[in-house]
């Protein structure tokens, strides 16, 4: 193997050709956390240059935020040196007076009594600075420089103290210990509720003081790329878990779940269960709130990758009533179980949701045919009425009375054939019922030649061809028109005339006449 590396390089491998060996999904690597779960940040700042400075400014801070073992290195070391350098003044006093070489001489005063080396010197201070006071070394009148030393001492000695001993103090009344007692749930879940799509976690509280104005926040953190083209690492998103009702804000004294609706205006609404499985992000959750008993802000982190989010779960129910109490079931807290969820996403259920119902929405080429049968079967609006008012205009003043009523019922009679026929949806339609009953009496007698030219000749001198066409032979004629008039000829004696009503039938004019 390793000659065959290195002959065709290190991107060499063996692939096994044998089909009956299975193959193993890869497993998917374990990515950096952004947020632990603890709540530590994995964030490390480098490169500060001259930049260092800056935390010497703020120094009280730096030494609070500095680790235990740091803090109690400086914390001793801080005394110990203060210690020698004002016990080695003492010293120095001591032995530039000479109060050295007459230490047992009781006619001698010294500046400090009773210290004749380094030790005695340093015993003396740490009875100063600790305010013992055993009575059997003291300073002396005849020393001015000692006393101007002992106020520098007491001093310096109150601003140490005071620097190191609120050090310790703030280092230990932190409330981060306090967030070791707020819970959160180690998987968060996707699931319907109240018929919605949501995003959901849980949090608890292990102690029984509250966390006062308790509130809960949650951030996005996904890279993306914007349409610029701008590459935006680790951008932050707010994740809206109920801050316009005032959802956000807990009465933390039992495990609560925290909801996150799945909408248009959620980074999550085209997230399907497939997606989920290919996306990569991380969910921070906040939690804040007043520590009732200390009075100081308290800060609780987690956060969820996307293989901690679960997609069609739902948490167990961790509270039961009891005689006179509820009880918490904290066994239970991270517990889920199934139920049925729709595997796509919010975005794909709305657009299916708007798609058009092919029973309850006719189709575009149904109403097209559906439009143009019912153009081609006339109604009562296809009637040009102008044509028919100047038809009427020219040929009812020279038609008798008789004729002129007969004309009128006829249309009224074709107009409520046209109703009936356009409602019922038919197409053809062979009556003559709405003839004149005369003219019915023609078309139904034997026709000849020249009784057909008589009545050719009728219908064209009368002028209420649309009184003598039923609806099926307006329908006929407009498709292919079997009763068309013949052409008239030129020698026609109804066109060579001078009066019309000489032309017309024996019946017709004995008509006219007895009018």
Not at 165 to 177: R, V
Not at 239 to 265: M, R, W, Y
Not at 323 to 341: A, C, K, L, N, W
Not at 407 to 421: A, I, T, W
């Amino acid at each position: 193997m390793a000659a065959l590396r290195r002959k065709f390089g290190e991107d060499y491998q063996v692939v096994n050709t044998n089909r009956a060996t299975t193959f193993s999904a890869p497993v998917k690597k374990k990515r950096q956390r952004f947020v632990d779960k603890n709540g530590r940040c994995n964030v490390q700042h480098g490169n500060l240059g001259g930049e260092t400075s800056r935390y010497l400014s703020d120094l009280f801070t730096t030494l609070v935020d500095l680790k235990w073992r740091w803090n109690l290195l400086i914390f001793i070391l801080t005394y110990t040196i203060a210690w020698l350098v004002m016990a080695s003044m003492w010293w120095i006093i001591a032995y530039i007076r000479g109060d050295l070489n007459h230490g047992h001489d009781s006619s001698y005063t010294p500046c400090v009594a009773n210290v004749y080396n380094f030790p005695s010197a340093f015993l003396f201070f740490i009875e100063t600075e600790a305010t013992i006071g055993y009575g059997y070394r003291y300073i002396t009148e005849k020393c001015p420089e000692g006393i101007i030393l002992f106020l520098f001492q007491s001093l310096l000695g109150s601003i140490v103290d005071a620097f190191l001993i609120g050090c310790m103090f703030i280092k230990m009344s932190q409330p981060k210990k306090r967030a070791e007692t707020l819970m959160f749930s180690q998987d968060a879940v996707i699931s319907q509720r109240d018929g919605k799509l949501c995003l959901m976690f849980r949090v608890g509280n292990l102690r029984n003081s509250h966390m006062v104005s308790a509130q809960i926040r949650c951030k996005l953190i996904k890279s993306r790329q914007t349409p610029e083209g701008e590459f935006l690492p680790l951008d932050q998103c707010e994740l809206d878990v109920g801050f316009g009702t005032g959802a956000d804000q807990l009465f933390l004294v039992s495990p609560l779940t925290i909801c996150h609706e799945i909408n248009p205006k959620s980074p999550f609404f085209d997230l399907s269960q497939r997606s989920l499985m290919n996306e990569q992000f991380e969910i921070v959750v906040i939690l804040e709130g007043i520590v009732e008993t200390t009075g100081m802000t308290c800060q609780a982190r987690t956060s969820y990758t996307e293989d901690e989010v679960l997609w069609g779960h739902r948490f167990l129910p961790v509270m039961s009533l009891e005689e006179g109490f509820f009880r918490v079931d904290y066994s239970q807290f991270h517990s889920t179980f199934e139920v049925p969820t729709p595997p796509y996403s919010v975005k794909e259920h709305e657009e299916k949701n708007s798609l058009p119902s092919p029973l309850s929405t006719p189709t575009p080429a149904l109403t097209e045919s559906y439009g143009a049968r019912r153009d081609r079967v006339f109604s009562v609006d296809c009637i040009n009425t102008s044509e028919e008012r100047g038809r009427q205009g020219m040929s009812g003043g020279r038609l008798p009375s008789k004729l002129q009523r007969m004309s009128s019922s006829g249309k009224e009679d074709l107009q409520r054939k046209v109703l009936l026929l356009s409602s019922q949806h038919s197409e053809k339609a062979c009556s003559t019922g709405d003839l004149p009953l005369k003219l019915q009496r023609l078309s139904s007698s034997t026709v000849g030649p020249e009784a057909e030219n008589r009545l050719q000749l009728k219908s064209l001198k009368v002028g209420f061809e649309p009184m003598t066409q039923s609806t099926g032979d307006l329908y006929q004629h407009s498709l292919a028109p079997t009763l068309s008039p013949a052409p008239v000829p030129m020698h026609s004696p109804l066109l060579s005339s001078g009066r019309p009503e000489d032309n017309l039938p024996a019946k017709l004019r004995k008509m006219n006449a007895d009018r």
